[in-house]
């Protein structure tokens, strides 16, 4: 074998306990391994990161201590157990089996494991075949045989010996008969392939320990094709399947009933036969045999008594499955049946006792016992929790089977006896972690390897981000590509790819990080990242079942967003990656993006793929937690791919090593190629000339048959594609002569480069190469070999296949289905997938899919109910049914008996009592039921304590439909991302949603979304017609308020929750926490039921992903080529592996980065053909140091042909113009020659020159999202531009608009009707890669002032913007900074050699040349408003008209120019002509004639063609209605019925009324009075006029007042009361210190402040309490700061700055208030309640002035009025009047608790019958008396006797009135529990309504008919829920009532015991020796101090008092 075939001699292995090969083929090649070397503790892992779908361990993160190296003792030998050795016990017992389940299987779970038997090694050793142990129930479960699907036996994919194919050509088939050729066969075996070896087995599971070994080839029996691949990370789940679902799973198979397209079968049984069978297999298929049902593995497993033969061959098949690298969660998911087997536990430990006997042969008793130890070791490996007991004791039979062997004189094998003595030491490990009690679960799979191995091999580095990599400790080691040489050998090239990969992505996320730690929280919403996107408030909701696997909906904070256009950004687009944390990025969570909904985006939602480990973890975080969320900038998903792909490669199989890595330059030709090169032909290919297609006919040969053969004849020499000579001529295959020897090159070479520069053909001659290679597929296509066609972008790769269907017929199978084309929709591999049907897969794939899916659908729809469940939650109120498992007993009790208390009360059942107890039956007029206590609300600190200011709205861009669609980057980046068009994602999301929706009110009482859309009305006070009169304002906060509870997450801690005697007495915010206490825990329960259900159904997801790709890999295996992108190549590379194409194509090569090439290759690669422009554009990085310094930019295409591998350059452009070609050479390329073809362009029509540069200095504007930049005026030009070009009759197709940033790219979209420009292509330069067209149109953007052009200074962008033009290119752009790169001066000299560049641009008229217009910017465009000039058209058109438009150059014959001239045409009989414009069509006359109507005779103006009998006329209707009033309708109408006169009558109380004449007539009918609307004019008592009207008020009674009291009350508020409710302060206290503000109501003692007073200055300092007199004076000296301006304060030292500024706001300053405003010393102080100030000295004067009247009073502003109730400078003054006020306080109640007495005992006799009274009043005397508590407790007992009235008169009455007794007691309850006026005022409708029904009782004999009716009707009203009337409409009704009622008038009267008077401001006043007293009282008109004036002799202590 050549170079490429060499094995590597510098490598070290790293070797698995499972007895796997080494890297290497277990080679040597470092020199002697040491047989005792080293043993690595590799750290205390915290949990290795593991990829969902592929299970990879990505590296768990290492511990802080560094690696420890183990030399003795075995037990220090490992190093950790896992990251997740946490159990949750789950609440609900049901669910504890499914969940030990899940953890054991889905590889990191925080859960339970499985148990483990513990049964002793001697009761196993001496175990007999026939006798079997007594174990588990659940093992007696397992052994029930089920009958399952076996697959037919035409499907078997099994070849006999030489007739194999091509797959598996070389695979001897094995027959097992009998002990005899059990050792030839058997016992004999061959190496294994290097596809099932590998360096690193478990490389992508979570890694925890690491053993030192060594490890030499293993034999067996089954020999494998080389993939070139080495054996893949288990991309799986670990899975121990519980016994608890044998059944489950038996029942399913039995459902099924073996039934596969219509046939039934019985289990499959597993004998030699069967087992020879399955030898012939592909390990990965030997997996799917034996995971399918029927395929009678159980059976097989619990049988107790199995042949010798049958089992060596079992356990040598596998010791086979555990070598495959496909298939992992069905390798798991067969071995966790093995573990717990009888087989395991009976089967084996027999045999290995009776092996001497049984085995006689040593090799075959050493490959016996090697295949056991190696399925043992697996076993332990990937469920080192529950097989331990299993594994440990049969580890000790061997042990003693290995000392009884060597006592008798038989060899051990030293591999098996090492890999023993490993095992032993694994095992030792986990005992002490299961001492510890930290070995709880199956969560990570345990390799081996030596220390230096482990730390020198980048396989061990985790593909996730770690903690390490974050916060590094010093920097990563990193070699650069290598350009200038070759690689030392393959693994040095693996490393410095995979490094530099690996750090392109982690880097941005790494320092992101590391500056978002640094900054407080408050300053992150400000800060710029360059490297990472920020999302706060980010929450995970619940999952989502997709085919994908469970994907999680997670919502973030859109506040900071608002800008954001999501329609167009690069946020979060598919595959991105996020990182979530909530402890500053400590410990962090990792996921991809699942899918992107831009409608979702707006609302903050978003889905995501968490990786294995992060939704592991998620267990341990609740629903309330909120994160920080990161997005890094890089596409995550390329790198996870090619990375792990890396990982997975085989040093010594890369393909072309020759030159890939050593650079060397002798080519040789392909493999297949040099076996056959003479039956190699290009036949279909040539095109003879004439003279040979002459010569045919001379022949008498007809040409098109024989064409080939004559004219091979005609060379008279054989063809030999290695021989140059025998090939035809470049005329002959219709190519140029570059292209020719690319041709060439392309045929002979193992390796190929082409470089295409611009036009050049290059995707010609790729066909041309696919051609000549299909045409020869004999050569190369042994078997299932297709070639695989890999491109850059969807779009090179779709163009590229239909290239080859144009001209060819083959099989195509294009992977992905993110294509525009239709042809190639239709050669997905998606859409072919779906159009087979199963009937043609083999049985056993067709039985295990339908397994598999009837268990994820089971597993799916559990798991829909419960994240419903969990959505629903924060939605709306559980019903406390569904909390009762998590509400205290006590508490539920308490909940229940108020609901039947509340049941009796208002004879009526409520449905639900939690929204009663919560307030919102009471908020929510559509909520049912009564809120009973609102005495415990305490609404006012309910709202105060959380009320927040709403948001703003959400923004929302809308995209107008307008404008043309233009193909953004973000959705260029979408589809390229996005491998398959898979809408699964969206649409289960939707089905949740509306699964939601639907299911919501099984479980909620309250559903806000359903009362969001109250009628806004309902708030109105006027309207609300509940009784409870909550204010209008009040409602609607408190709307607010249940929602932001509702949302809240925060709740009660549960012990304080437990500590609540009684839930009713709780105020309403308290209430909510205890609700969120029982949410959460109801929320916790289904969270741990949702996490079992969502790894049984990932476990699932995966298998049938496993299943997929077999489907999927018979497809391709039928394929002649396969289609991919880079992208997708990278992420079905497993697929490809299997596939093994021989010839890989790599069309636009030098735009991939070299690590996706590479990972594309596999080892059976003979032929590689790259093809691209490196000069062009280079491959994308995200970070541009490493793409500078590390040469990450350089592709494979470029390194190699830097290392002077030969390559072929096309020379021949065949697309530009030459002026266009010219800009490229030789600035770009050293060479680049015109084709023919090229030169007969016509000129661009409408244009002087076809290549131009207008030059402009407009500068550029940036753009925040996305850190892009827009240049408006190039943006206006180019639009006009291109419209001009429109007008010369070019087809907007034909145009394209490139721009060359993404910000220009949507400002031109918005600036493009779709009208005109339909059709216009607009695009970036870096998506438009590889097209061309015939017009371009260049937006260059850059132009600021610092001359920066950003990435126009690159070469290769720079050919790729000036090389797409075919016939014109026309740049607009800024040369001045452009010329100071390099490139662009060499282009501008070459513009200003031709005269190609100027401020102009020169048009000229197509239809008059001589006219030339100049345009320079948008607005020059009008010159030529149609593309002409301004010459009029004069065209004559068809109607005879002239056209309309100037010069046109479109639409010569104007078959479209439409006239807008009015219409000539006669339309009728009577010559009128149309009245429409000429271009429309013509309509029936509507010319006005006078015409008779039939139906009256009128003559009417009627439209001509409509004829008179259909007019309605017009005239006056002159009939008559029956009051004697005219019709006032047109005679064509129908007469009214209500007549609309109006009338004027007058009523009994002497006042006119007009009103309409049919209401008088219905008021007549029905005997009623019309209401007197005139007002009453009356003056009540308080000054202000009655609001009522003459109805009303008719019988002398007038209603209440309805103004605001609004007199000044003492504390200087306004009485904000109605004025018939009596003065008093509602309002918060107002005052305020340096230590904050006082939180109590006004009417309300203050405490005084006990701190330290603030007051202080650098000149003088208070020493005093904060409450006491301040014990300094006011500082007099000039303040020193600095106003904003710049200017000096006005102030003074150590007080409040004045916000003028005698400079800048001299009027101000100096408006003369006391006169010494304008001295320019004058010095201000401000006012601290106002923003006045005034000048220090007059106004000090001011405030120290007594006042004359001596009333008690705080001063006030002097401009506004606003009491002055803060200050420093006048601080003692302020304190003494709140001194002195609390002094009125205390008086005033003194004096009411007097009058409440005396009211008690005036009114004994209505008050005796409510015992409450006492207690109330009792309450007042024992607290503190305020005079808060005396107004509430005062209007609870003024309620109380008018309702003592009532029941008074009801015990009075002749018959018992039941209704009332119950009302009376209930209404006196519900105020006593009220806690605020507002509670009591809120009985009074109530209180009305009983008066009402009582006094009817008595008196509705004597009352008129037409009375009781209104009374009835009154009452009704009162007794509706709604409460359809008012308070003051009732007492509207009322007044107008005939009969006098006496508690009605008891009721409406106002009692009064409080005389609230004594609250007003003016009744109180400090004399000069500082006495408080009040003028209120008749006897003290002097208004004089009375204790000044007091005699000895008086001693009426009251009359002291005031």
């Known amino acids: ?802 290239g080859i269907l144009k001209y060819l017929e083959c099989n195509i199978v294009r992977v992905g289905s993110r294509s525009n084309s239709e042809i190639m929709q239709k050669c997905s591999l998606s859409k072919i997938r779906s159009q087979r049907t199963r009937q043609k897969l083999p049985g056993y794939m067709r039985a295990l899919h339908a397994e598999l899916s009837d268990e994820r659908i089971s597993h799916q729809d559990k798991l829909i109910q419960k994240a419903v469940l969990l959505q629903n939650a924060t939605k709306g109120v559980l019903h406390e049914i569904v909390l009762e498992k998590y509400i205290p007993p006590h508490h539920f009790r308490s909940l229940k008996l108020k609901k039947e208390y509340l049941e009796i009360e208002n004879c009526s059942e409520i449905t639900n009592i939690i929204v009663e107890w919560l307030g919102i039956s009471a908020v929510y007029q559509n909520v049912a039921d009564k809120m009973q206590d609102v005495r415990f609300w305490d609404i006012e600190n309910f709202l105060k304590e959380n009320d927040e200011p709403s948001g703003d709205a959400k923004a929302t861009v809308a995209k107008d439909d307008e404008f043309i669609k233009v193909s953004d980057e973000a959705e260029l980046a979408e589809a390229e991302r996005k491998i398959e068009e898979d809408d699964d994602i969206k649409q289960q999301i939707r089905m949740m949603r509306k699964f939601a929706e639907m299911t919501k009110k099984q479980s909620l009482v309250f559903v806000l979304d359903e009362h969001e859309s109250e009628d806004p009305g309902s708030d109105r006070e006027s309207n609300d017609q509940d009784g409870w009169q909550i204010p209008s304002k009040t409602k609607k906060k408190l709307k607010k308020q249940i929602k932001h509870e509702l949302q809240d997450t925060s709740h009660m801690k549960e012990e304080e929750c437990e500590l609540i005697v009684d839930l009713w007495q709780l105020p309403l915010k308290k209430r909510w926490e205890v609700y969120r206490c029982w949410r959460s825990k109801y929320l916790c329960d289904i969270r741990n039921e949702i996490f079992t259900l969502e790894n049984l159904f990932q476990i699932i997801v995966n298998r049938m992903t496993e299943l997929r790709n077999q489907e999927d890999l018979l497809i391709l295996e039928e394929a002649d080529i396969i289609g991919m992108t880079t992208t997708g190549a990278a992420k079905f590379r497993k697929l490809l592996q299997n596939v093994q194409p021989k010839i890989v194509i790599v069309e636009e090569a030098a735009e991939v980065l070299e690590a996706h090439i590479i990972t594309t290759l596999s080892s059976s690669c003979q032929h590689l053909i790259l093809i691209g422009d490196h000069q062009q554009l280079r491959p994308s990085t995200t970070v541009y140091e490493l793409a500078k310094n590390f040469n990450l930019e350089v592709s494979m295409f470029e390194r190699l042909i830097k290392m002077k591998i030969p390559y072929v350059r096309l020379d021949y452009q065949h697309r530009m113009r030459p002026e266009i070609a010219q800009l490229l050479t030789p600035h770009i390329y050293d060479k680049l020659e015109n084709h023919a073809s090229v030169l007969a362009y016509e000129n661009i029509k409408g244009v002087c020159h076809n290549l131009f540069f207008v030059d402009h200095n407009h500068l550029e504007e940036h753009i925040k999202e996305g850190k892009s930049h827009q240049n408006v005026h190039e943006a206006t030009f180019v639009k006009s531009l291109c419209l001009y070009f429109i007008h010369q009759g070019y087809s907007p197709s034909q145009i394209t608009i490139l721009t060359t940033y993404s910000g220009q790219l949507h400002c031109l979209q918005e600036m493009m009707p779709k009208s005109q420009f339909e059709g216009v292509r607009v695009c970036v330069v870096d998506k438009y890669q590889g097209e061309e067209n015939e017009i371009i149109i260049l937006s260059l953007v850059r132009s600021n002032l610092a001359g920066n052009v950003g990435f126009l200074k690159i070469p290769n962008r720079v050919c790729v913007a000036l090389s797409r033009a075919k016939k014109g290119l026309f740049c607009i752009g800024n040369m001045e900074s452009l010329s100071k790169v390099s490139l662009w001066s060499k282009i501008n000299d070459v513009l200003q050699k031709n005269g190609l560049i100027g401020k102009e641009l020169m048009l000229q008229c197509v239809n008059h040349p001589d006219t030339v217009t100049y345009v320079a910017t948008s607005a020059d465009f009008d010159n030529v408003p149609e593309g002409g000039c301004k010459i009029p058209c004069q065209y004559r058109l068809n109607c005879g008209h002239v056209c309309p438009l100037l010069c046109h150059p479109y639409d010569q014959q104007h078959e479209k120019v439409v006239c807008r001239k009015p219409c000539s045409k006669i339309v009728c009989e009577n010559d009128h002509k149309c009245r429409q414009l000429c271009s429309d069509p013509c309509s029936k006359c509507k010319e006005l004639v006078q015409k008779k109507i039939p139906v009256c005779g009128h003559i009417q103006d009627v439209p001509c063609s409509m004829l008179p009998e259909n007019f309605c006329c017009k005239e006056p209707c002159v009939q008559m209605l029956k009051c004697g009033h005219k019709c006032v309708r047109s005679c064509g109408q129908e007469c009214s019925k209500n007549c609309p006169e109006k009338v004027t009558v007058t009523l009994k109380c002497g006042h006119t009324v007009k009103t309409f004449c049919h209401m008088k007539t219905e008021a007549e009918v029905a005997g009623t009075q019309l209401k007197c609307h005139v007002k009453c004019e009356e003056k009540l008592n308080c000054g202000h006029i009655c609001p009522g009207s003459c109805s009303t008020c008719a019988r002398g009674i007038h209603l209440p007042c309805t103004k605001l009291c609004n007199i000044l009350l003492y504390c200087s508020h306004n009485c904000e009361e109605k004025c018939e409710m009596g003065c008093f302060c509602v309002r918060t206290c107002e005052k305020s210190c340096f230590h904050g503000k006082c939180r109590l109501k006004c009417s309300e003692p203050c405490a005084p402040c006990t701190k330290l007073c603030g007051w202080r200055c650098k000149h003088k300092t208070c020493t005093k309490l904060c409450w006491e007199p301040c014990d300094r004076e006011a500082c007099d000296k000039p303040c020193k700061k600095k106003l904003k301006c710049g200017h000096p304060c006005i102030g003074c030292c150590g007080e409040p700055c004045p916000n003028k500024c005698r400079v800048c706001n001299a009027e101000e300053v100096k408006e003369l208030i006391f006169g010494n405003e304008a001295d320019p010393h004058a010095r201000f102080v401000q006012l601290m309640d106002c923003p006045h100030f005034f000048e220090v000295t007059k106004f000090s004067e001011w405030m120290n002035r007594k006042e004359e009247d001596q009333i008690l009073k705080l001063k006030s502003c002097l401009k506004c009025s606003k009491p002055i109730r803060k200050s420093l400078r006048y601080g003692n003054l302020v304190k003494q009047i709140h001194s002195d006020l609390e002094k009125v306080k205390e008086r005033i109640s003194y004096k009411w608790m007097n009058d409440l007495e005396m009211f008690l005992s005036e009114n004994d006799t209505e008050l005796r019958n409510f015992p409450q009274i006492n207690k109330t009043v009792q309450q007042l005397q024992d607290g503190s008396l305020t005079l808060r508590s005396l107004m509430l407790v005062g209007e609870k007992i003024k309620f109380w006797q008018k309702l003592g009235a009532i029941d008074n008169k009801v015990k009075k009455s002749p018959k018992v009135l039941q209704k009332v007794l119950c009302d009376i007691p209930n209404l006196s309850d519900a105020i006593d529990k009220a806690t605020s006026k507002h509670g009591i005022l809120e009985q009074y409708y109530e209180l009305l309504r009983v008066a009402l029904e009582v006094e009817v009782s008595f008196i509705k004999q004597n009352m008129p008919l037409v009375s009781i009716q209104s009374m009835k009707s009154l009452i009704k009203g009162m007794n509706s829920k709604q409460h359809t009337m008012s308070l003051d409409e009732v007492h509207a009704h009322l007044q107008m009532l005939p009969v006098p009622m006496d508690l009605i008038n008891i009721v409406k009267k106002k009692t009064v015991i409080f005389d609230t008077d004594l609250l007003r401001q003016d009744f109180w006043h400090r004399c000069e020796a500082g006495h408080i007293y009040t003028t209120y009282s008749d006897e003290n008109t002097s208004h004089c101090c009375p204790q000044c004036s007091f005699s000895d002799e008086d001693d009426d202590e009251e009359k002291l008092f005031f």
């Open 1 to 802: 074998m050549d170079g490429r075939h060499r094995s590597n001699p510098n490598s070290n292995h790293i070797i698995k306990t499972g007895g796997q090969n080494s890297q290497h083929q277990g080679r040597n090649v470092g020199g002697r391994v040491e047989r005792n070397p080293p043993l690595l503790v590799q750290g205390e892992y915290t949990g290795g990161q593991n990829s969902q779908h592929q299970g990879r361990n990505v590296g768990g993160r290492v511990g802080r201590n560094p690696p420890l190296l183990v030399q003795d003792d075995p037990l220090n030998l490992f190093g950790a157990t896992g990251g997740y050795s946490s159990v949750t016990n789950l609440q609900n017992v049901a669910y504890r089996n499914l969940r030990g389940r899940a953890h054991s299987e889905s590889r990191g779970g925080t859960g339970g494991r499985l148990e483990v038997h513990h049964t002793s090694g001697a009761q196993h050793s001496s175990m007999s075949p026939g006798k079997k142990p007594n174990y588990h129930h659940h093992h007696q479960q397992a052994n029930q045989a089920g009958k399952g699907i076996a697959p037919g036996a035409n499907r078997e994919r099994t070849k006999q010996n030489g007739t194999t194919d091509g797959r598996r050509r070389d695979h001897p088939q094995v027959h097992v008969t009998s002990h005899g050729n059990q050792q030839q066969h058997l016992g004999t075996s061959g190496k294994l392939s290097n596809h099932h070896k590998s360096p690193l087995r478990y490389g992508s599971q979570n890694m925890v320990a690491y053993f030192s070994t060594e490890r030499k080839d293993t034999s067996s029996a089954f020999q494998r094709k080389k993939t070139g691949f080495a054996e893949r990370a288990k991309s799986v789940q670990n899975l121990s399947e519980p016994f608890i679902e044998s059944r489950r799973a038996d029942n399913r198979r039995n459902r099924h009933d073996g039934t596969v397209g219509q046939k039934t079968f019985k289990d499959k049984k597993i004998d030699l036969h069967a087992i020879s069978k399955l030898s012939t297999l592909e390990p990965s298929e030997i997996i799917m045999k034996l995971a399918a049902p029927g395929s009678g593995l159980r059976e097989f497993l619990n049988e107790s008594t199995i042949d010798f033969q049958i089992v060596e061959g079992f356990l040598n098949i596998l010791s086979t499955v555990i070598t495959s690298t496909t298939n992992r969660q069905n390798l798991i998911h067969i071995l966790s049946q093995v573990q717990g087997s009888g087989f395991l536990k009976q089967v084996i430990p027999f045999h290995i006792l009776d092996s001497s006997k049984t085995i006689t042969q040593q090799h075959r008793k050493n490959l016996f016992f090697e295949h056991i130890i190696t399925l043992v070791t697996e076993l332990a490996s990937i469920l080192p929790s529950s097989s331990f007991m299993e594994v440990t004791i049969i580890k000790t039979i061997v042990q003693n089977s290995f000392n009884d062997m060597e006592l008798n004189g038989n060899i051990v094998s030293a591999e098996n006896k090492k890999k023993l003595m490993d095992l032993e030491k694994f095992l030792q490990y986990l005992q002490v972690k299961k001492g510890e009690g930290t070995l709880k679960s199956d969560n990570y799979i345990y390799i081996v390897g030596n220390r230096q191995s482990i730390e020198n091999d980048f396989r061990h580095l985790s593909i996730y981000p770690t903690y390490e990599d974050i916060y590094l400790s010093q920097n990563p080691s990193m070699r650069p590509n290598i350009i200038d040489g070759s690689y030392t050998d393959a693994m040095s090239y693996l490393d410095t790819h995979f490094r530099l990969m690996r750090e392109d992505f982690i880097r941005p996320l790494r320092d992101g990080i590391s500056e978002l730690v640094t900054l407080k929280e408050k300053d992150l919403s400000e800060a710029k990242f360059d490297d990472i996107r920020i999302y706060f408030d980010t929450h995970i909701l619940s999952p989502v079942c997709t085919r994908a696997g469970i994907v999680h909906e997670v919502k973030f904070s859109t506040n900071n967003l608002k800008h954001v256009r999501w329609e167009i950004s690069k946020r979060l687009l598919y595959g991105s990656l996020v990182c979530l944390s909530k402890d500053n990025f400590r410990n962090m969570l990792f996921a991809t993006v699942a899918d992107r909904s831009v409608s979702d985006l707006q609302n903050g939602v978003i889905a995501l793929t968490f990786t294995e480990e992060s939704r592991q973890q998620l267990t341990q975080y609740s629903l309330d937690h909120h994160f920080l969320m990161i997005e890094a900038t890089a596409y995550f998903e390329a790198y996870r791919h090619v990375l792990e792909g890396l990982k997975e490669m085989v040093a010594s199989e890369i393909p072309f090593q020759n030159y890939i890595v050593l650079c060397n330059a002798a080519m040789s030709p392909p493999l297949y190629l040099s076996q056959n090169p003479a039956g190699y032909t290009l036949e279909k290919l040539i095109k003879p000339d004439d003279h040979t297609i002459q010569k045919y006919h001379k022949l008498g040969l007809p040409f098109s048959s024989q064409s080939t053969n004559l004219s091979n004849i005609h060379l008279n020499k054989q063809f030999n594609v290695l021989d140059s000579s025998t090939w035809p001529t470049k005329e002959e295959l219709q190519l140029d002569q570059s292209q020719f020897k690319a041709f060439q090159m392309a045929l002979t070479s193992e390796l190929t480069i082409i470089q295409g520069p611009p036009g050049t053909g290059k995707t010609y001659v790729g066909l041309k190469i696919m051609y000549a290679l299909l045409n020869n597929s004999n050569l190369w296509k042994q078997g299932n070999n297709p070639i695989l066609v890999v491109c850059y972008t969807n779009h090179a790769l779709d163009q590229f296949l239909e």
